[in-house]
């Protein structure tokens, strides 16, 4: 024992055992929020429940089985429930009911004792829809072209799913045109309109520029009357159709077809129909805008501002870490002011991010953006441009927060580099630059690519300094268009970090924003593995190519 304990074997059973919960604990977190949030998108099983109410009357309720929990028996006798002495514990299901628009809350819990019949019928109907949520009842007929049709809901899917198809690429045609023709015209009349500001402040605006502007702005009008007539052609006819719907109340309901994403019966559904609805879901909850304060629809703006504000923020702080990485290490004199740079550098690693944000408001957004705007934009005045939180700043103030990884990280690859290798390429006659490009930085670059993939870890999670320096709940437009310049630095932005936050903490429906919240979370882990797994991979294939330096 007193061998085995002296040969080190305790210490890498303990250092392995370590590794193995630590790694254990990651894969049972990530399957955790991998699960809740995948779930729900799988289509649910839609129950009828009669319940019973306090007044002795039945109410027939339509919903979903969201969660379901156990109460004690004596905590609802002294609320006055009336429950037989024999029992213990109650249970009580939390049921999706829908129907925002008629009912008072769209998740209810109802007691099991209470509930007098359980059913499944298959030919409930569920209804996604733009707004209001979800939509439960029974399709009782489909109008088309104002021919109404009723009769057996085998025969009325059908019917129904091509008008909803018609209806989606009308409206997808609207939103096309929408946000492209429509919105570069608005861009340039708004373009004219701070040209013709600009030259008024600079004295410069004389008749003859007053009519070329007005007569290009007659131009982009007439042809904005033509698009918003045929804008107004696609509306009108997405309103064409509907269907009327018998709910929970036992009242028909007519549903605008516009108004409808998609509609199916989910209990009629087989588990490869089901799969396939699920993937469909999926690929909608990624690529599609968020609707309804953020807890219906997509999250793609946030998916499309997170990578991009990670790749603006990489762009930013490789070159700055590296070169900064080259001074201290190669050209800088060893002595107490490089030692005091480092002790910096390693100490600002340590500094709360939301600090980061301060200062990125304070320095960037009202001092460097508002100088940028008297200079170059006084006709915006007093509309921000630049003075105001965007993409720019917040990637400027992650590069400040992720720069000592960058550096570390860098330096530490340089120390790595044999001397022999800088006095033997000196020696050959290149002068110090050329040994640090073509020899020191190229065998240095996997050590760089390490401190780039630390940094688009933190950088990507990180939520506090970016509520400061530009992240919105709803931004209206991406940075990228098809306006020129076609990348605006300036604007806001969506995160997928800051959605989490915003769904989770900020949602006035918690229980339907609570799926989200994990489907969120599982996304930004993908995405940020997605970003680290591109970025290893870049280094590898670096460190497979000057492997023969070292040599």
Same mark, same amino acid.
């Given at each position: 024992?007193?061998?085995?304990?002296?040969?080190?074997?305790?210490?890498?059973?303990?250092?392995?055992?370590?590794?193995?919960?630590?790694?254990?604990?990651?894969?049972?977190?990530?399957?955790?929020?991998?699960?809740?949030?995948?779930?729900?998108?799988?289509?649910?099983?839609?129950?009828?429940?009669?319940?019973?109410?306090?007044?002795?009357?039945?109410?027939?309720?339509?919903?979903?089985?969201?969660?379901?929990?156990?109460?004690?028996?004596?905590?609802?006798?002294?609320?006055?429930?009336?429950?037989?002495?024999?029992?213990?514990?109650?249970?009580?299901?939390?049921?999706?009911?829908?129907?925002?628009?008629?009912?008072?809350?769209?998740?209810?819990?109802?007691?099991?004792?209470?509930?007098?019949?359980?059913?499944?019928?298959?030919?409930?109907?569920?209804?996604?829809?733009?707004?209001?949520?979800?939509?439960?009842?029974?399709?009782?007929?489909?109008?088309? !072209?104002?021919?109404?049709?009723?009769?057996?809901?085998?025969? %009325?899917? /059908? #019917?129904?799913?091509?008008? @909803?198809?018609? &209806? +989606?690429?009308?409206?997808?045609?609207?939103?096309?045109?929408?946000?492209?023709?429509?919105?570069?015209?608005?861009?340039?009349?708004?373009?004219?309109?701070?040209?013709?500001?600009?030259?008024?402040?600079?004295?410069?605006?004389?008749?003859?520029?007053?009519?070329?502007?007005?007569?290009?702005?007659?131009?982009?009008?007439?042809?904005?009357?033509?698009?918003?007539?045929?804008?107004?052609?696609?509306?009108?006819?997405?309103?064409? !159709?509907?269907?009327?719907?018998?709910?929970?109340?036992?009242? %028909?309901? /007519? #549903?605008?077809?516009?108004? @409808?994403?998609? &509609? +199916?019966?989910?209990?009629?559904?087989?588990?490869?129909?089901?799969?396939?609805?699920?993937?469909?879901?999926?690929?909608?909850?990624?690529?599609?805008?968020?609707?309804?304060?953020?807890?219906?629809?997509?999250?793609?703006?946030?998916?499309?501002?997170?990578?991009?504000?990670?790749?603006?923020?990489?762009?930013?702080?490789?070159?700055?870490?590296?070169?900064?990485?080259?001074?201290?290490?190669?050209?800088?004199?060893?002595?107490?002011?490089?030692?005091?740079?480092?002790?910096?550098?390693?100490? %600002?690693?340590?500094?709360?991010?939301?600090?980061?944000?301060?200062?990125?408001?304070?320095?960037?957004?009202?001092?460097?953006?508002?100088?940028?705007?008297?200079?170059?934009?006084?006709?915006?005045?007093?509309?921000?441009?630049?003075?105001?939180?965007?993409?720019?700043?917040?990637?400027?103030?992650?590069?400040?927060?992720?720069?000592?990884?960058?550096?570390?990280?860098?330096?530490?690859?340089?120390?790595?580099?044999?001397?022999?290798?800088?006095?033997?390429?000196?020696?050959?006659?290149?002068?110090?630059?050329?040994?640090?490009?073509?020899?020191?930085?190229?065998?240095?670059?996997?050590?760089?690519?390490?401190?780039?993939?630390?940094?688009?870890?933190?950088?990507?999670?990180?939520?506090?300094?970016?509520?400061?320096?530009?992240?919105?709940?709803?931004?209206?437009?991406?940075?990228?268009?098809?306006?020129?310049?076609?990348?605006?630095?300036?604007?806001?932005?969506?995160?997928?970090?800051?959605?989490?936050?915003?769904?989770?903490?900020?949602?006035?429906?918690?229980?339907?924003?609570?799926?989200?919240?994990?489907?969120?979370?599982?996304?930004?882990?993908?995405?940020?593995?997605?970003?680290?797994?591109?970025?290893?991979?870049?280094?590898?294939?670096?460190?497979?190519?000057?492997?023969?330096?070292?040599?």
């Amino acid at each position: 024992m007193v061998k085995w304990h002296k040969s080190g074997s305790p210490w890498i059973w303990l250092t392995s055992g370590a590794v193995s919960i630590s790694l254990i604990a990651v894969l049972g977190l990530l399957g955790l929020i991998a699960w809740r949030g995948l779930i729900y998108f799988w289509p649910a099983t839609i129950y009828q429940f009669d319940v019973q109410r306090s007044d002795g009357q039945i109410e027939q309720v339509i919903g979903e089985i969201y969660d379901s929990e156990l109460i004690p028996a004596q905590q609802l006798r002294d609320k006055g429930v009336a429950v037989a002495s024999d029992i213990t514990d109650v249970k009580s299901l939390l049921v999706k009911t829908g129907n925002r628009e008629f009912v008072e809350l769209d998740f209810r819990w109802l007691l099991q004792p209470t509930i007098t019949k359980q059913l499944i019928p298959l030919d409930l109907a569920v209804f996604e829809r733009l707004k209001n949520g979800n939509f439960y009842g029974y399709i009782d007929s489909v109008t088309v !072209d104002g021919q109404s049709f009723s009769g057996d809901v085998a025969k %009325l899917m /059908p #019917l129904l799913e091509e008008s @909803i198809a018609r &209806a +989606n690429d009308l409206n997808d045609a609207a939103d096309a045109l929408q946000n492209g023709d429509i919105s570069a015209i608005n861009y340039q009349l708004e373009k004219m309109r701070l040209q013709q500001r600009r030259l008024e402040l600079d004295n410069l605006f004389s008749d003859e520029k007053r009519q070329a502007l007005q007569q290009s702005r007659d131009e982009l009008t007439a042809k904005y009357l033509i698009l918003e007539k045929k804008l107004f052609t696609f509306r009108d006819a997405t309103k064409r !159709d509907f269907v009327t719907v018998r709910d929970m109340r036992g009242e %028909l309901v /007519p #549903l605008n077809i516009s108004n @409808i994403l998609d &509609a +199916n019966l989910p209990n009629q559904m087989g588990i490869f129909s089901k799969f396939a609805h699920w993937l469909s879901a999926m690929g909608s909850f990624v690529i599609d805008d968020p609707r309804e304060a953020n807890t219906e629809g997509g999250v793609f703006p946030a998916i499309f501002g997170t990578i991009f504000m990670v790749m603006l923020m990489a762009v930013i702080v490789t070159p700055f870490g590296v070169v900064a990485a080259i001074y201290m290490h190669e050209y800088a004199q060893k002595g107490i002011v490089i030692k005091f740079i480092r002790i910096a550098v390693i100490n %600002l690693a340590g500094v709360p991010s939301v600090v980061y944000g301060v200062f990125g408001l304070g320095f960037f957004v009202y001092i460097l953006g508002g100088s940028i705007d008297d200079l170059f934009y006084p006709e915006a005045s007093p509309s921000p441009v630049f003075g105001s939180p965007g993409v720019l700043w917040s990637a400027l103030t992650l590069a400040i927060l992720t720069l000592p990884v960058v550096i570390v990280s860098t330096e530490e690859g340089l120390s790595r580099i044999p001397m022999a290798l800088r006095q033997g390429s000196l020696a050959l006659g290149a002068t110090k630059a050329e040994t640090l490009w073509k020899i020191v930085v190229p065998m240095a670059s996997p050590a760089i690519m390490t401190g780039l993939i630390l940094a688009v870890a933190r950088a990507a999670g990180e939520v506090a300094p970016l509520m400061l320096v530009g992240v919105v709940k709803m931004a209206p437009s991406l940075p990228l268009d098809t306006n020129f310049p076609f990348l605006h630095l300036e604007r806001k932005f969506m995160h997928l970090g800051f959605h989490i936050y915003d769904v989770g903490f900020q949602s006035p429906n918690v229980e339907a924003a609570r799926p989200l919240v994990f489907a969120s979370s599982f996304l930004l882990v993908t995405v940020i593995i997605g970003l680290n797994m591109t970025a290893i991979g870049i280094r590898n294939h670096l460190r497979e190519k000057y492997r023969s330096l070292e040599h």
